[in-house]
Every structure is written in structure tokens, then in C-alpha cells.
């Protein structure tokens, strides 16, 4: 399983002038800074210049909500403003770049983004944040079978997580709905995380590990926190011995491993 879900990142490894990891932020602003936060964390280093390039772009005014556009079509579309900023990270010499929004990986949005990438000639290679996930559920998870799934209501209508998982013969648990429209509250509510995540609201994180406890009640091994707002809330490695896999992070060490795999931190343990 893991070799699969390395393949889908690995690549060649990029020339030294084109060696910089890029984060499309904004989506939301305190996501982005948490996946450069992870980077530094993932990587191997004992001093300043030892820390890997990363370039950050966030204009959150200009990128609509992407649940909003998949579910309507007729929406604001958050792609050409998504372009320009890869655009702009393939200008300041990013090898790859990595998108903080696990809803923004529906194939709507990005197998249109790697269109126009391929399209306009970019040397920019974008990563998956699910084939990331998967890589990162077998190294903090080894063994584990079904795998709990809590992200946006977007990302579960389409499958996002099931279908990564599923392929790499996992099986994928996802809320019933009571918890999973506490979930997407916890994001999108007026005290959710996309309004307050620093520091978080006090209701936003009670009522993820009330979802995370159901999903571990039904049978979860792990749970995937598959929103890039989640980890700021909860930012634990684990809870009663079930490990989180925080897409954030798994993101972070799949853009480090595509650049400046030397660099990566081995994986740690759950009580690390």
C-alpha cells in the first residue's frame, strides 16, 4: 500500500534551481501557514540554512469557496485565481507545490488545475493530498483496516477520501449524519474554524472528538483528519492509542520527500 501511494508522489528529483516547495495558501489563510509550519517540523535540520526553501502565496479575497463551486457550478469558481497563484509559484522557481484544502483535490478542481499547468507548459508539479494521506496513514498506522474519515460535507458527498483509500485496499468510515453536520459546523459555523483558529473555539474541538470517539466506537483503527482546518483544533498525534493522520502533515512530508527526501524526518512513533 505504501509503495503505491509513494509512486503517485515520487518523481524525479528536481534540478537545485528549481528546488522550492510551494503552498497555494489561503484556503484557509491559517491552513497554508500551518502546512509551511509542518514542513519545517518534517524536516532534518540543525540550523537555519539547513531549512528547506518554501515559498507561500495567500490572497484568500480573490479564491471563492470551493465547496460552494462543486456543489454549483454556477457559483464564483475559485480556478482562475487557484491558476494565477501556481502560476506565480512556478515563476519563483517551486519544483512542487502542495494546496492546503483537502476539498480543493475533488476532481472538479484539480484535475482542471493539472490541465492548465500542462497546458500553459509549467515545470510545477502539483501533489495529491490524498495520495499523500494514504502514504501517511501506513506509516502511522500500520496494519489498520478501516480508516475513519472526518472532513467538510463536500469531501464526503464525493468521496474524496473513500475512493484513495478504497483503492489502496483500505476501508473508509465516514460519520453518520448528526456528527458529520457537527463536523462541517465546526468549519464553516460562525464559531468554527474558518471564522476563529487562533485559537480555536472551545465547541469547535469538543465536537471533533466527539466525532472522532463515534468513529472509533464503530470500528476506525485511525482517523483521518481530512479537512486542513482540523488539525488546528486538534492537534494530537493520537487519542486512546487510535492515531490521527493529519492531512496537513501527511501534505508537509509528501512535498518534502518530492523535493528533499534526505531532509525528511523519519516517521515517529505515536508517542513520539
Not at 483521518?224 to 487519542?239: D, M, W, Y
Not at 501534505?251 to 508517542?271: D, S, W
Amino acid at each position: 500500500m505504501l509503495d503505491a501511494a509513494l509512486s503517485a508522489l515520487n518523481g524525479a528529483p528536481p534540478p537545485q534551481e528549481r528546488a522550492a516547495i510551494g503552498v497555494l495558501g489561503g484556503l484557509g489563510p491559517y491552513a497554508g501557514l500551518d502546512l509551511v509550519r509542518a514542513v519545517f517540523d518534517e524536516t532534518e535540520a540543525s540550523s537555519d540554512q539547513d531549512h528547506l526553501p518554501v515559498t507561500l502565496v495567500s490572497y484568500p479575497g480573490r479564491i471563492p469557496d470551493r465547496a460552494t463551486w462543486i456543489a454549483d457550478p454556477s457559483a464564483p469558481s475559485p480556478l482562475p485565481a487557484m491558476m494565477d497563484v501556481l502560476r506565480k509559484l512556478d515563476d519563483a522557481g517551486c519544483a512542487v507545490a502542495g494546496i492546503p484544502c483537502n476539498t480543493a483535490h475533488a476532481p472538479a478542481i484539480y484535475d482542471r488545475l493539472q490541465d492548465g499547468l500542462l497546458a500553459d507548459g509549467r515545470d510545477l508539479r502539483l501533489l495529491h493530498i490524498v495520495d499523500a494521506i494514504v502514504a501517511a496513514v501506513a506509516e502511522r498506522a500500520p496494519g489498520a483496516q478501516m480508516i475513519g474519515v472526518l472532513a467538510t460535507t463536500s469531501s464526503v458527498e464525493n468521496r474524496l477520501h473513500q475512493v484513495g483509500l478504497e483503492a489502496a485496499g483500505l476501508q473508509a468510515l465516514v460519520p453518520d449524519s448528526t456528527h458529520q453536520a457537527a463536523v462541517q459546523t465546526t468549519i464553516y459555523g460562525p464559531w468554527g474554524l474558518k471564522a476563529q483558529s487562533a485559537p480555536p473555539d472551545d465547541r469547535s474541538r469538543q465536537l471533533l472528538l466527539d466525532a472522532a470517539d463515534h468513529l472509533v466506537e464503530r470500528g476506525a483503527d485511525a482517523v483521518i483528519l481530512g479537512c486542513t482546518e482540523l488539525p488546528l483544533a486538534v492537534p494530537e498525534r493520537e487519542r486512546g492509542g487510535v492515531p490521527f493522520v493529519n492531512s496537513t502533515r501527511a501534505l508537509a512530508r509528501a512535498l518534502i520527500r518530492a523535493t528533499h527526501p534526505g531532509k525528511l524526518r523519519f516517521a515517529r512513533t505515536l508517542v513520539a
